[in-house]
Structure formats: C-alpha cells, structure tokens
C-alpha cells in the first residue's frame, strides 16, 4: 500500500501517494487558507495509503492535518531529526524549515551532490548541500509573487499583474514596466545568489529549481541546469522509505 506526503506550505498544500519506486498518479492540491478537517477529509476519501509524512511550514494547519491523520495511520512530521541520508552542517538544525530538508532529500535520489536548490514559492529558498553529502545552509529571499504584489498593495496606482515574460526590458505600458521590473529584476537576483554561493564552494555544483515560478525564472538564468516540479514530494517519499521499512 503506498504513503501519503504532504507538503504543506504557506500558499498551497500539496498531496501525493508513492510507494518504494516512485511517485504515483493521484494528487491533490488545497489553497493553504482553506484547510480544515472537513476538507482534508473529503480529498483523502477516495484514496488508501499505509503511513503519512508531512512537511509543515504552518504550524495551525499542521495541528489539523495532525488531526485528522493522526488517528490509524503512522504519521511522521518531518524535521532535522528525520532519516535525511545526509549530515547537517548547521549550528541550529531545528530552524531549517521542513520544506527545505525534504529538497535536499529529493536532491540525494534524483539528482547529484554537490547541489544549490533554488524553491521558488512565497518565500525564494536557497540551499547548498555539499558532497559529503551534508546539508550546509543557504539563502531565503522574498518570492517574486510577494515583491510584485508589495507594489501593488503599497502604492496609489499601480495595478495587480499576471507574472509573464515581457516581450522587452523597456516597459511600454505601467503593466508591462511592472512585468519587466519583477521578471529581469528578479533573475538579476537569483543569478548574484547563485553566483555568491558557487565562489564558497570546493566544485561547481548543479543548480536545481522547483516551485511555482520556476520554470518563468529559470527561462532567463542559464546557471539553473534542471526544472524539478516533483522534488518536494519526491523527497518525502524517500524519507517515507526510510521512516516506514
């Protein structure tokens, strides 16, 4: 029977099923906001599964995930202390957010050490895991959603906007001036992280990106070598491996 794992962020929470090979076919996906028990409930009917881990970075919602599944399923939350496969080089381990350490866990099984994940979602993340491999630390940014959506709440008149490649740098329209100062502005960004941390490590690593906007911001930054839309989950499955075998 396969797991349930969850990642449970601040803007959507994702679930998926997988078992010992890989990720299976069925997924769910609820805005953050709206968890609650009855709607976890009504997702998770049609489907069976063995154990649950879950990744929180929300920790009311994750006291009602906690809630419904706690009861007849084994269910791990995961944190420092999981089955990572990897050391932690990091003097307070307990403050790395869940989501991270299930990325650098993805990282071990998909792709190769050494290795810079970039997750693009409410927050940009940032995390180095060296060939050890260890776990090392890393660098957490506005996401691209909060940064345009700050002018928009900030200001008088200027408008919300649709994150899209503009068709040039010389914005030609408020909207379009918008669109190219969050876009350009933002790879500018990603590109002087990515390049800061690569000088402090001993050999190149590769770039990993996954999360909402990443494949918009990797288009522009040819340091990001693979797009991982599945990384998150994938990581939770190989944790699950180890935490049910």
Request: charged fraction near 20%; aromatic fraction near 6%; proline fraction near 6%.
């Amino acid at each position: 029977m396969p797991w349930l794992l969850i990642d449970n962020s601040n803007t959507r929470t994702k679930f998926a099923l997988g078992n010992e090979e890989e990720l299976l076919e069925w997924r769910g996906v609820i805005p953050t906001a709206e968890i609650s028990a009855e709607i976890v409930r009504t997702l998770l009917a049609p489907v069976t599964f063995d154990g649950v881990v879950v990744c929180s970075v929300v920790p009311a919602k994750a006291a009602i995930l906690k809630e419904v599944l706690g009861d007849g399923h084994p269910l791990h939350f995961l944190n420092w202390e999981s089955p990572l496969g990897m050391n932690i080089d990091y003097p307070q381990p307990a403050q790395i957010g869940a989501d991270r350490l299930a990325n650098a866990a993805g990282v071990l099984g998909r792709h190769r050490v050494p290795a810079i994940v970039i997750d693009f979602g409410t927050a940009v993340t940032f995390d180095v895991i060296s060939a050890e491999p260890a776990y090392c630390g890393g660098v957490i940014a506005p996401g691209l959603g909060a940064m345009s959506g700050y002018l928009t709440r900030k200001t008088a008149l200027l408008p919300e906007i649709d994150l899209v490649e503009p068709s040039s740098a010389i914005g030609k329209s408020t909207v379009h001036a918008m669109q190219a100062g969050a876009v350009f502005g933002y790879r500018g960004l990603v590109k002087e992280i990515i390049s800061r941390i690569s000088a402090e490590l001993s050999e190149p690593p590769i770039i990993i990106a996954t999360g909402g906007d990443a494949a918009l911001i990797a288009r522009g930054v040819a340091e990001i070598e693979v797009v991982d839309a599945e990384l998150t989950l994938d990581g939770l499955r190989q944790i699950a491996r180890k935490v049910f075998a």
